[in-house]
């Protein structure tokens, strides 16, 4: 019975495997074009965009998990059904439900996984992903310099740019100024100690110096630093002058090439992690619905708990469904019960998401729109894979799929008779 389990595994895993890397590169890739995108006009290393990608794969896990799992058993039935390696298993006695006792172990780990994912990792990435994305946008240098206008964002530098081109990496007619103070300002106080009343006296005020710099050059390239995505103006042959506070010394050098670390652009740091329920971990929203938190709308809060639940909950009942699916004769088409599970559970997901809207905008309660779908989905499915297991070679969905069948056939032929394929 063991080397039949693996068996059974092995024929689930592959198409699970299959699916959730076609599933993730998919969706990896469709994100990386639209990151591509945002970085087109403002720059940036390739590792930030490969940690950004890194940061989603736990929300597209969680994603492609369950739809690759039911895929798999779905495709792994069909085959054993269509090379009658199912009636022989049922044939020596194994009932479907034994039959499903590795396919339900699996489901049980998937279940675990998937909600550690949306429980635990998912809200620590998903702000991380957004702390990025402000940091992408805010650091922006056209989204701070303005062309024949002066700027004070970059640590106090005053900053005027004639002309901007390249998607804001060209610049030129480049005119910077920064002063840099040294000495203490502020007056310090002493006690005398030969003086019995102790009264304090006060020390002279150390002189504080200025140091005006002004660069300028006709152009300069924009580069972005890998490690902290700081701005970094390269200028190519200016001049940078150099003059104290009181016009008494001075200094000028001629420059080839110089480099100049511009901090970024960030006018409030981005906010901590928990302002909104979707970054809050399951234990987090827990406490946060029991204590009333403030800032937290108890209808927002209650749709989370209960859309991760629910979400967590029904990968271990997609072997109910996909098993029995799957039982098809060779005279039934196997294509539309693949197309329609996927549908279904498709389907299923877009009412779950849904469900979740209308929870946290009060219009309804987690019941009937989180609760009762997933009811409406297990119920079914346990009924089916009971139909199907009570008596052997009983397809409760032949009848429905071979009419769906017959109807998809004469459809295709009226087709071809319309553009001339086929005579009657």
């Not at 699916?19 to 890739?29: D, K, T, V, W, Y």
């Not at 989204?143 to 002066?150: L, T, V």
């Not at 100690?193 to 390239?221: E, L, M, Q, V, Y």
Request: contains cysteine; neutral net charge.
């Amino acid at each position: 019975m063991r080397l039949i389990d693996l068996y059974i595994l092995k024929r689930v895993s592959w198409p699970l495997v299959a699916s959730i890397a076609i599933a993730m590169s998919g969706l990896l890739m469709e994100r990386l074009i639209r990151l591509l995108d945002l970085f087109a006009n403002r720059g940036g290393p390739l590792s930030l965009i490969m940690k950004m990608l890194g940061y989603l794969v736990p929300h597209y896990l969680a994603v492609a998990i369950p739809a690759a799992f039911f895929v798999g058993i779905l495709y792994a039935s069909l085959r054993l059904s269509s090379d009658s390696e199912l009636d022989a298993l049922r044939a020596t006695g194994m009932s479907l439900g034994r039959i499903l006792v590795p396919i339900a172990s699996m489901a049980c780990v998937l279940t675990v996984i998937c909600a550690i994912l949306l429980g635990f990792l998912q809200p620590y990435t998903r702000y991380a992903y957004r702390a990025l994305v402000y940091l992408i946008t805010e650091t922006s240098w056209n989204s701070a310099i303005e062309r024949g206008a002066f700027f004070n964002g970059f640590g106090g530098k005053t900053i005027l740019i004639g002309d901007i081109a390249a998607g804001g990496h060209q610049l030129s007619q480049i005119f910077i100024k920064d002063s840099d103070s040294k000495g203490d300002d502020n007056a310090s106080t002493e006690s005398d100690p030969t003086d019995g009343s102790g009264s304090t006296s006060n020390a002279p005020a150390a002189k504080s110096s200025t140091t005006h710099t002004i660069i300028t050059a006709p152009t300069g390239d924009l580069t972005n630093d890998p490690r902290d995505f700081s701005v970094v103006l390269k200028m190519m042959n200016g001049y940078r002058v150099e003059i104290s506070d009181d016009g008494a010394t001075s200094r000028s050098i001629k420059f080839d090439e110089s480099s100049l670390p511009l901090e970024a652009v960030s006018p409030t740091p981005f906010r901590q992690r928990g302002d909104k329920e979707s970054e809050m971990t399951f234990v987090e929203l827990l406490k946060s619905y029991r204590s009333h938190a403030a800032g937290l709308e108890p209808d927002e809060l209650l749709a989370e708990i209960n859309y991760r639940i629910v979400r967590s909950l029904s990968v271990l009942f997609l072997p109910f469904l996909a098993l029995p699916l799957g039982l098809s004769s060779r005279r039934s088409p196997r294509n539309i019960r693949l197309l329609a599970g996927i549908v279904f559970l498709i389907t299923y997901y877009q009412v779950l998401e849904f469900g979740s809207n209308l929870v946290q905008h009060g219009k309804l309660s987690s019941f009937v729109a989180l609760w009762l779908p997933f009811f409406l989905f297990a119920a079914p499915s346990l009924w089916l894979f009971h139909a199907a297991n009570r008596r052997v070679g009983q397809d409760p969905l032949a009848q429905f799929f071979e009419a769906v069948g017959d109807r998809c056939g004469d459809v295709v032929r009226r087709g071809r008779r319309l553009i001339g394929l086929e005579t009657r």
